[in-house]
């Protein structure tokens, strides 16, 4: 199994350019989640799906665009980057909700 | 929504020794889970810990849900135990059913 796998691990965007950050899991996880994490600020919620089909805005989901068409993936788009979306995204998953979470290896994102 | 605070926030120790990182929570969860990121990133489950004592080689973790604070112990400390260490509550059924992260405690050990 390769777990949670995310690309592109390194990206440097220009503001005002879209960008699509993609997750995939093996593990036939039903839910899925991104978070973002900014020094000092640990990690922050920004959307979630629980199943194929089924999203939700988490804490912070404004400039963030996400669908579930499948189980396994669960794409993260940015709509117009900004500065402010300079962070390392993080994409989880789990079998359900309340269980053990796994991360993916992290994208580092740079907006200028 | 669930307020996390872990303490210390930093913490440096020599090898061999053992430490204990304690997380508080505000409100009732029936999830609790402790993360390990290392020095490149990478975030590593340690534990799922909502009630309960658990172990696993150096590490250990005690959760008492009724006092709300869960504490992580790191026995014969090593160097590739440096890094930040994550606490994460949800309570499902309640208003916050997703994981909410703590800040983290650095710890950083010297050879």
């Known amino acids: 199994n390769a777990g949670v796998t995310q690309t592109p691990k390194f990206q440097v965007l220009k503001t005002g350019q879209s960008m699509t950050l993609q997750c995939a899991q093996d593990m036939n996880h039903e839910y899925m989640s991104w978070y973002r994490q900014d020094p000092g600020m640990g990690l922050r919620l920004i959307h979630y799906?629980?199943?194929?089909?089924?999203?939700d805005q988490g804490e912070v989901p404004n400039g963030y665009n996400v669908s579930r068409s499948t189980t396994e993936d669960f794409p993260l788009r940015l709509l117009s980057a900004a500065p402010s979306q300079t962070s390392v995204y993080f994409c989880?998953?789990?079998?359900?909700?309340?269980?053990?979470?796994?991360f993916g290896e992290g994208s580092w994102l740079t907006v200028v | 929504g669930i307020q996390v605070e872990q303490s210390p926030p930093d913490l440096i120790l020599q090898e061999g020794a053992n430490s204990t990182l304690r997380c508080n929570f505000s409100?009732?969860?029936?999830?609790l889970q402790w993360f390990h990121q290392n020095p490149w990133g990478q975030l590593i489950n340690l534990f799922y810990i909502p009630s309960g004592t658990k172990q696993n080689g150096r590490l250990s973790a005690t959760t008492v849900a009724t006092e709300r604070y869960s504490l992580l112990y790191i026995s014969s400390s090593q160097t590739t135990d440096s890094g930040v260490y994550f606490c994460a509550v949800a309570n499902y059924g309640g208003s916050q059913g997703n994981l909410i992260f703590g800040k983290g405690t650095k710890l950083s050990v010297k050879p």
């Open positions: 989880a998953s789990s079998y359900s909700r309340g269980n053990t979470i796994y």
């Open positions: 409100d009732s969860v029936n999830n």
């Open positions: 799906s629980v199943g194929a089909g089924i999203t």
